[in-house]
């Protein structure tokens, strides 16, 4: 992915977030099995699926950090599972790294004389 660099192009992972309910009990709205995705900066959720927004203020800061490509033995490589932030509840939230997506700097950037077509614009969308 070197030769990427030079082209201002890097590449993210999609996520999958799901809900985990282990043995111990659950305090908070988690149901197991709800997901949501991250695609690129946009946060997926099919209908009906949900998140506390206590739970996800917890997980926001990490997903920008598992979509990028680390070491392998970088914990942020191998640990999947993120407890709920309050500490009686016994809900997870298991993040599964999926296919890699492509992006460019200048599909991306603020920076007014770096700046090219929005990506998410790039491919039609834009809803």
């Given at each position: 992915m070197s030769g990427d660099a030079g082209r201002g192009e890097f590449w993210l992972y999609d996520l999958k977030v799901e809900t985990v309910v282990g043995d111990r009990h659950v305090v908070c709205r988690h149901v197991e099995g709800e997901t949501f995705?991250?695609?690129?900066?946009?946060?997926?959720?099919?209908?009906?699926?949900?998140?506390?927004?206590?739970?996800?203020a917890a997980l926001l800061p990490l997903l920008p950090a598992k979509q990028r490509v680390t070491d392998d033995s970088d914990w942020m490589s191998t640990d999947t599972e993120v407890a709920c932030p309050d500490p009686h509840c016994g809900g997870r939230f298991r993040i599964t790294r999926l296919g890699k997506r492509?992006?460019?700097?200048?599909?991306?950037?603020?920076?007014?004389?770096?700046?090219?077509?929005?990506?998410?614009?790039a491919d039609g969308g834009g809803e």
């Open positions: 995705r991250v695609e690129g900066e946009t946060l997926v959720f099919d209908a009906g699926q949900r998140v506390s927004m206590y739970a996800l492509r992006f460019s700097h200048g599909e991306t950037t603020g920076l007014p004389d770096a700046r090219t077509q929005p990506y998410w614009r």
